[in-house]
T-cell receptor, first 114, second 110 residues
């Protein structure tokens, strides 16, 4: 979707190094989310944001932190990458209003930790 | 947490055939969406359908919230329909956690 972009699209990193993934939206949506997708687990929520500087944990938040200093940007940081964090990471946005809660997903970031 | 079960897990269709995918969920939900993940990994929102019926071209969806299930119908399937179809639910307004099922992998052969 043109209104949400993720960077980088692919990354290989070494165990123990910090990694930051970026999600950028042009839709001015209030809510932003980070999911990871793994075989056998589907998509699971890592963290989400409901406004600038307002974030909360999802079901698999251990080892991850997030920041949102502007409406359009939501960063996901792996402080010290581990092999278990090898995954495909998706960012999503939603308007969060009472009428429509549809989610739009970015194209994903494939992260490999070696 | 809420359980989201999709069936069948795999489906192979001849081009032109029709199919029905099912999503069962274990609790009352405020939000239900269907997504298609294409072979390149892109997730596309097909329907936002917490209740009722919607149609979009060859696709339609029905959710019966009181019985805790949703159905996705694909008519006259095309090879471009191949991919994985996910059902995802959210428990309450503003709950902000969309729980995904494990998907139905559809392969449409020419």
């Amino acid at each position: 979707d043109a209104g949400i972009t993720q960077s980088p699209r692919h990354k290989v990193t070494e165990t123990g190094t910090p990694v930051t993934l970026r999600c950028h939206q042009t839709e001015n949506h209030r809510y932003m989310y980070w999911y990871r997708q793994d075989p056998g687990h589907g998509l699971r929520l890592i963290h989400y944001s409901y406004g600038v500087k307002d974030t909360d944990k999802g079901e698999v938040s251990d080892g991850y932190s997030v920041s949102r200093s502007k409406t359009e940007d939501f960063l996901l940081t792996l402080e010290s990458a581990t092999s278990s964090q090898t995954s495909v990471y998706f960012c999503a946005i939603s308007g969060g209003d009472s009428y429509y809660y549809g989610y739009t997903f970015g194209s994903g970031t494939r992260l490999t930790v070696v | 947490g809420i359980q989201v079960e999709q069936s069948p897990p795999d489906l192979i269709l001849q081009e032109g055939a029709n199919s029905t995918l099912r999503c069962n969920f274990s609790d009352s939900v405020n939000n239900l969406q269907w997504f298609h993940q294409n072979p390149w990994g892109q997730l596309i929102n097909l329907f936002y359908i917490p209740s009722g019926t919607k149609q979009n071209g060859r696709l339609s969806a029905t959710t019966v919230a009181t019985e805790r299930y949703s159905l996705l119908y694909i008519s006259s399937s095309q090879t471009t329909d191949s991919g994985v179809y996910f059902c995802a639910v959210e428990l309450g307004a503003g709950a902000n956690n969309l729980f995904f099922g494990t998907g139905t992998r559809l392969t449409v052969i020419p």
